[in-house]
């Protein structure tokens, strides 16, 4: 008889198991969980030519699963490529991005990158990779040479660093040409510290020379976000004729994330901008007869998505005709601020394009470009 009570009890305590595990599978079925695909895993830009500048590429990652999918953290393998992703979560059937931005500056060749990309779905990683080919820059076409200095032609004349972490050294390079008849005597001043700059004290009349910046970010301090160094070129002929004109240097130098852990990275703080592009369209003239003084101005929201305080460095452009204001630089979880972009339209003449960057303590995302476009009257 007690063998058969216990034997009873045995049974209970086994269906009384069985149904909580069946309790835990429905609860678990009900909560749901996110399931991250790829609508792609590879992409091959081709053929890039360096004096293009960046290349980008949209990945977008599906939310198949039932509950909302976030992507936590993207690491690339090498400081050219740098990712941007989606920060809000990705409801069930909808889609976010990973931006993968590769600069092929002095990276002439072939180029393979891997691109991990990070989510609260465990039971996955995704891995997608960026290929192509670096054309480099022709230092004798004569059609690489856009911009003007005297009788100096250039590629451009600027150096942009879209991202300097600190203790880095970055060089930037680019051809010159001096299309005088006579030789030119090239010198610089007004450079910082951290700058080095390496060109030629002659320019011989016809041949295409180098002109290299190297940047050593240990001489930048505490320093944050956007900054802008000019510094001033000059060329004397053996006639005597002077030209003289600044150089702007620029640079997002970004915060050290590299002891943050993955889990840190989630639980910090997301930009997100309302949109990356500001079309002014055709500007007008102001006031009466064109002769007012008002600006056209657009405007950027921008939201911190994140679990932690968000810290906007700056708001920089580098064009002087762009002014920027924004009312407070510390943003909550949830909170948003309006950046101000404005344009006075008697300083706009033809095609304006630049654009104008934000520098933040967002670890996923420390830098976000904005595109300023305008057509300026005649």
């Known amino acids: 008889m007690k063998t058969m009570r216990a034997f009873a009890v045995f049974l209970c305590g086994l269906s009384f198991l069985c149904q909580s595990v069946r309790s835990q599978d429905v609860k678990a079925e009900t909560e749901g969980k996110p399931v991250a695909a790829l609508d792609e895993t590879a992409f091959d830009f081709g053929l890039i030519n360096e004096e293009s500048?960046?290349?980008?590429?949209?990945?977008?990652?599906?939310?198949?699963?039932?509950a909302p999918l976030v992507i936590t953290h993207v690491q690339s393998s090498c400081g050219c490529t740098e990712p941007q992703?989606?920060?809000?979560?990705?409801?069930?059937?909808?889609?976010?991005?990973?931006?993968?931005?590769y600069d092929p500056t002095n990276r002439p060749g072939p180029f393979k990158k891997n691109v991990m990309i990070y989510t609260n779905d465990k039971e996955q990683r995704l891995r997608v990779s960026i290929t192509g080919d670096v054309v480099p820059k022709s230092a004798n076409l004569q059609r690489s040479?856009?911009?003007?200095?005297?009788?100096?032609?250039?590629?451009?004349?600027?150096?942009?660093?879209?991202?300097?972490?600190p203790g880095a050294v970055i060089k930037q390079e680019l051809w010159m040409q001096n299309f005088a008849d006579e030789d030119l005597t090239l010198s610089f001043e007004n450079i910082p510290d951290f700058i080095r700059v390496e060109a030629p004290e002659q320019l011989k009349s016809g041949k295409a020379e180098r002109f290299r910046i190297t940047l050593d970010a240990s001489g930048l301090a505490d320093k944050r976000g956007h900054?802008?160094?000019p510094i001033t070129w000059k060329?004397?002929?053996?006639?005597?004729?002077?030209?003289?004109?600044?150089?702007?240097?620029?640079?997002?130098?970004?915060?050290?994330?590299?002891?943050?852990?993955?889990?840190?990275?989630?639980?910090?703080?997301?930009?997100?901008?309302?949109?990356?592009?500001?079309?002014?369209?055709k500007l007008k003239k102001s006031g009466f007869l064109g002769l007012g003084n008002k600006r056209a101005s657009q405007q950027i929201t921008i939201t911190n998505e994140g679990k932690s305080a968000l810290t906007l460095h700056s708001a920089g452009c580098d064009d002087e005709r762009v002014q920027v204001a924004i009312d407070r630089k510390t943003l909550q979880p949830g909170e948003t601020v309006t950046l101000n972009v404005?344009?006075?339209?008697?300083?706009?003449?033809?095609?304006?394009?630049?654009d104008l960057y934000v520098v933040c303590n967002d670890a996923r995302g420390p830098v976000r470009g904005i595109r300023i476009v305008a057509e300026g009257y005649k």
């Open 85 to 101: 992703w989606t920060n809000a979560p990705i409801a069930p059937g909808k889609k976010g991005e990973v931006i993968i931005t």
């Open 227 to 229: 900054l802008l160094n």
């Open 342 to 354: 404005m344009l006075n339209p008697k300083t706009v003449k033809g095609t304006l394009e630049t």
């Open 53 to 66: 500048g960046f290349a980008t590429h949209v990945f977008h990652v599906g939310n198949v699963g039932n």
């Open 235 to 281: 060329t004397v002929s053996a006639s005597g004729v002077t030209h003289i004109q600044t150089l702007p240097v620029s640079m997002n130098f970004i915060d050290d994330f590299s002891l943050l852990s993955a889990e840190q990275k989630a639980n910090g703080p997301a930009i997100q901008l309302s949109n990356t592009v500001a079309g002014f369209g």
């Open 145 to 165: 040479f856009h911009d003007t200095i005297g009788t100096v032609q250039m590629e451009r004349k600027e150096f942009v660093f879209y991202t300097v972490r």
